[in-house]
C-alpha cells in the first residue's frame, strides 16, 4: 500500500526538484567585499547567482574566497556547486561556512545551511548524515517547518513506519499549518499500515483519511492529488 514521494523534499528557497539536481536559492544577498578592488567580483558572483549560471558563479565566488573568506561566500559557493551535482564540494563548502561563521551569525542564519547539507547528503545516498543535518537544523530555526518536513519525508521514502515518521510531519504542521506535503506524507505513511478487516475491507489508521483531504484542501491543484484521490476512492 506504501506509495512513496517522487522529490524527497520540497523545500522554501531552498527547493529539491523532482528531477535533476536541486535548485537551491541563495536566500539574501552577498555582502560588500571590504576591499573596493572585490566590489566589481561580488557583483559579478551575485549576477551569475541571480541568473543560476552556477559554474560562473562558483569561479567568481571561489576568487572572493581566496581573498576575504566570509561565510556568506562560501554558502553561496556551496549552492552553485550542488546545482551542478558537486554534492561532495558543496559539503565542503557549507561545513567551511558553518565554521566560517563561528558566533558572528545568528542560529536562524545557519540553520539553511544545515537543510542545505542534508540535501546534499541525500543526493549522495547518506541518510543518516542527512537526518543529522536536518535536525540540527530544526533546533536553531525559529521556524522549523522546512527541516521537519524534510524529517518527515526522509523517513518515508527510507521505508520507516508511521511511528517513526508522523510525528516529524506533525512537527512541520505545528510549524506551518498549510504545509500541504507534510499532510500528504502523514496520510501516505498511515494509510500504507492498513489493514483488511473481518469483511475483508481495508481499513487505514486513524487520521490518515484526514490528513489526505486536508492535503487537497490545501494543495487542490498539487503534484500529489491524482494519488490522493486513488487512495480515498479505494475506501469507498
Not at 567551511?96 to 540535501?119: D, T
Not at 540540527?136 to 527541516?147: E, I, M, Q, R, T
Request: with cysteine; glycine share 6%; net charge positive.
Amino acid at each position: 500500500m506504501r506509495r512513496r514521494l517522487s522529490a524527497v523534499a520540497l523545500l522554501v528557497s531552498l527547493a529539491l526538484a523532482a528531477t535533476a539536481a536541486p535548485r537551491m536559492g541563495v536566500g539574501a544577498p552577498l555582502p560588500a567585499a571590504q576591499g573596493e578592488s572585490q566590489s566589481a567580483v561580488v557583483a559579478k558572483a551575485q549576477a551569475a547567482l541571480d541568473a543560476k549560471q552556477w559554474p560562473e558563479a562558483e569561479a567568481a565566488l571561489k576568487q572572493l574566497l581566496a581573498s576575504e573568506p566570509r561565510w556568506e561566500y562560501s554558502q553561496a559557493l556551496g549552492v552553485a556547486q550542488s546545482n551542478q551535482g558537486h554534492y561532495a564540494d558543496s559539503l565542503d563548502s557549507y561545513q567551511r561556512a558553518i565554521e566560517l561563521a563561528g558566533k558572528n551569525a545568528s542560529p536562524a542564519a545557519i540553520a539553511p545551511i544545515y537543510v542545505a547539507i542534508g540535501n546534499a547528503n541525500l543526493k549522495l545516498k547518506k541518510n543518516d548524515a542527512a537526518i543529522a543535518a536536518y535536525t540540527k537544523a530544526a533546533s536553531l530555526d525559529p521556524n522549523p517547518a522546512v527541516a521537519y518536513f524534510n524529517l518527515c519525508a526522509t523517513m518515508y521514502n527510507m521505508g520507516q513506519p508511521a511511528a517513526k515518521t508522523v510525528p516529524f510531519c506533525d512537527k512541520a504542521i505545528a510549524a506551518d499549518p498549510k504545509k500541504a506535503d507534510a499532510y500528504f506524507v502523514k496520510g501516505s505513511s498511515l494509510y500504507g499500515e492498513g489493514a483488511l478487516d473481518k469483511s475483508n475491507k481495508f481499513v487505514p489508521p486513524p487520521g490518515s483519511v484526514e490528513a489526505l483531504k486536508q492535503y487537497l484542501v490545501l494543495a487542490p491543484g498539487g503534484p500529489h492529488v491524482q494519488d490522493v484521490k486513488a487512495m480515498l476512492d479505494a475506501l469507498k
